[in-house]
């Protein structure tokens, strides 16, 4: 197919829709060495981020997780749906009654329903069905994906790439809590249709992923792992006809047993 040089029309595109409004791009191009400097930067910084579960009660401000959240909620998304939730819970009491609900569900994963092939992959992790780190930690983030959008007089609104837009601000999220000198784990028990419950979200909202966060204990342990170098994930105008795939779900984080995302 050849590209066409003329684009077509608004009205072609979307016939009968009112045309956007657009406003100027606020952006400062930075001289290329400052660019340099700053992407390598943030690496560095970003490279000392570490999952744990291990974790200080030492309260963290509402206002911190507040911002790390806005910054959350800066991610692109499908058709700018901004399908995502985010559900902070510090009450002693609820965090207690969330880590039972979890800790239930992770008891049947590790005990009976953990294929060998997962329970292999986690072992150098070392989990268990124990989540301390629930109660521990003065807060816990629960991202919710908005699978449809509800409106006033009980409709739906369509959304598109829920999962995707969702993990994305998750990305963000985490990001943002490491710059501000905190930690996390992402954890996606399995199943999670709980949460949805315990935390008595609308029937439209479906759970993502659990976050503890706060500072770390002082005797936190992380295991030794290391990261993949730039060679093994990073390559640059490779072409080809192929057509590949993936086993992965529509979660992309597949689809048995106690989900956690290392390092």
């Keep these: 197919m050849i590209m066409s040089a003329d684009a077509p029309t608004f009205a072609e595109v979307y016939p009968g829709h009112p045309e956007p409004q657009f406003r100027p791009l ?28 291990h974790f200080s009660r030492d309260a963290v401000p509402q206002a911190v997780i507040e911002w790390a959240v806005r910054t959350a909620g800066t991610a692109p998304s499908g058709a ?9 819970v510090q009450d ?3 965090k207690a009654r969330l880590r039972e609900a979890v800790e239930a569900e992770e008891y049947k994963t590790y005990t009976g329903r953990m294929p060998e092939e997962w329970r292999a992959a986690l072992a150098p992790l070392g989990t268990d069905y124990v989540k ?20 006033t007089d009980g409709t739906r609104t369509k959304n ?13 999220l985490i990001a943002a809590l490491h710059h501000a000198g905190l930690v996390t784990l992402t954890h996606t028990p399995n199943p999670m249709g709980f949460l949805a419950e315990l935390l008595c979200r609308p029937r439209n909202e479906e759970a993502l992923m659990v976050l503890p966060v706060g500072y770390p204990a002082p005797d936190a342990t ?42």
């Design 160 to 172: 598109y790439y829920t999962v995707e837009s969702a993990s994305i601000a998750v990305g963000l």
């Design 92 to 94: 002693p009491a609820l």
């Design 26 to 53: 606020e952006f400062s191009r930075l001289p290329p060495q400052e660019t340099l400097a700053r992407a390598e930067a943030f690496y560095h910084e970003m490279q000392q981020r570490r999952t744990t579960r």
């Design 132 to 151: 301390a780190h629930l109660t521990d930690a003065p807060w816990v983030i629960v991202v919710f994906r908005e699978k449809y959008g509800l409106n």
């Design 80 to 88: 700018h749906r901004q399908p995502w939730r985010f559900v902070a």
């Design 222 to 263: 992380v295991p030794e792992l290391t990261r993949k170098p730039l060679e093994q994930i990073f390559q640059v105008d490779l072409g080809g006809t192929g057509v590949g795939g993936t086993d992965l779900d529509d979660t992309g984080l597949g689809s048995t047993g106690d989900q956690q995302i290392e390092p």
